[in-house]
């Protein structure tokens, strides 16, 4: 007797086991992503950008590569050149509740 396709009951508990793994692996993945997320919302880097004869000045969202002293483009005042005077991080979190 020769009776394929009938599945061998520890075939079917190992597969079981195997989506559960699968399950809390991708649900432990997922959590951990929603908490890197939460860490990053709530802090923002700005810099300043200013002009080097002093009048003019303006905060810019922080881009990779940005230092102190960097020059990153001409004054609309005076056409000299624009410089990045300090970096700074605010905190933006949205929990800010005051009774
Ligand atoms: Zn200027």
Do not use: W
């Amino acid at each position: 007797m020769s009776g394929g396709g009938v599945s061998n009951p520890y075939v079917v508990i190992f597969i079981a086991l195997m989506a559960v793994l699968v399950v809390q692996l991708i649900v432990s993945y997922v959590s951990s992503k929603k908490q890197r997320a939460q860490q990053e919302l709530p802090i923002k880097t700005v810099s300043v950008v200013g002009c080097v004869r002093g009048d003019y000045e303006i905060e810019k969202e922080f881009s990779e590569g940005d230092f102190v002293g960097r020059v990153v483009g001409d004054c609309p005042q005076c056409g000299a050149p624009l410089i990045i005077k300090r970096i700074f991080v605010v905190t933006v979190g949205p929990k800010q509740q005051k009774s």
